[in-house]
């Protein structure tokens, strides 16, 4: 079977949550964009020379719902083991029932931990999280994800960027002007918890606020996830590849 043809093989989940991670419940949006996006993140790998999916790596979807991302990903890389993580109850209950051959599930809660060993997971990645939360969640998850990594382990985060935020009210652009982040109560989605907003980061904010020792950004491409949000790619220090930057 080819791996689109086991991606199209899983059901579809209701269109309850597919709204939640694609704002509309269009079945083709929904498929569209979990293609696209499962392609993107490749296609970050490729350009970094890094290997996405290789056997027996163990990669994480941090806030996969329903699991938009993972059904493409997923076929593509049969031998790799993924994990996927939300608050999501709802969605996570979904993706153990339809899922469960392909990977584990697990209910997390807003701030960490997550329910893995230290230097575990070989690679991280959440699509349109970061771009939801408050700062001071993304600084704790910032820090949970560098003890869970690897050395030399991979983190990959989209964030809403220059893009986005030229569709923003002028108070939020404002606000991004001098503080280089925007966390922005815009009534929210049903069905997912108060604090899941709207954030917005410039891109200078991600590349003074984000790396540590142990943790280093390795690119930062603009509009490289959904044609709009940006995606930032760092690395855990240690392991055998050098610093690209
Ligand atoms: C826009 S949706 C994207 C879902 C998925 N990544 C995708 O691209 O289809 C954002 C997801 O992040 C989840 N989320 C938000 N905050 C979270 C947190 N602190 N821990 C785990 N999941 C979280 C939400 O419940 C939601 O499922």
């Known amino acids: 079977m080819t791996a689109e043809a086991a991606s199209s093989a899983i059901p579809v989940p209701p269109a309850h949550l597919r709204t939640r991670v694609t704002g509309v419940e269009d079945e083709g949006m929904f498929q569209f964009f979990g293609r696209r996006i499962s392609g993107e993140i490749r296609a970050l790998f490729d350009t970094a020379g890094l290997p996405f999916g290789a056997p027996g790596q163990k990669i994480l979807d ?23 993580v939300d608050v999501d109850v709802q969605a996570i209950d979904w993706c153990r029932v339809h899922l469960a051959d392909s990977a584990e599930f697990t209910v997390t809660g807003r701030r960490p931990p997550l329910p893995f060993d230290d230097a575990s997971i070989d690679v991280v990645y959440g699509v349109s999280v970061f771009s939801h939360i408050p700062e001071d969640d993304q600084r704790a998850w910032l ?44 009534g929210g ?35 490289a996830i959904m044609m709009c949000q940006d995606a930032v790619l760092l690395r855990k220090a240690g392991g055998d590849r050098e610093e690209i930057r």
Request: hydrophobic share 40%; with cysteine; proline share 6%.
């Open 62 to 84: 941090f806030g996969c719902g329903c699991a938009r991302v993972l059904r493409h990903v997923m076929p593509e890389a049969d031998q790799a083991r993924f994990h996927g």
């Open 143 to 186: 820090a949970e994800f560098t003890r869970v990594l690897t050395p030399g382990g991979i983190l990959l985060l989209s964030v809403n960027g220059a893009a986005v935020a030229r569709m923003a009210t002028t108070p939020v652009r404002e606000q991004l002007g001098t503080e280089g982040i925007a966390y922005v109560h815009d």
């Open 189 to 223: 989605i049903p069905g997912l918890p108060d604090w899941y907003q709207m954030c917005f980061h410039t891109r200078e904010h991600v590349e003074q606020n984000w790396p540590t020792a142990r943790l280093r950004i390795m690119s930062y491409t603009e509009n």
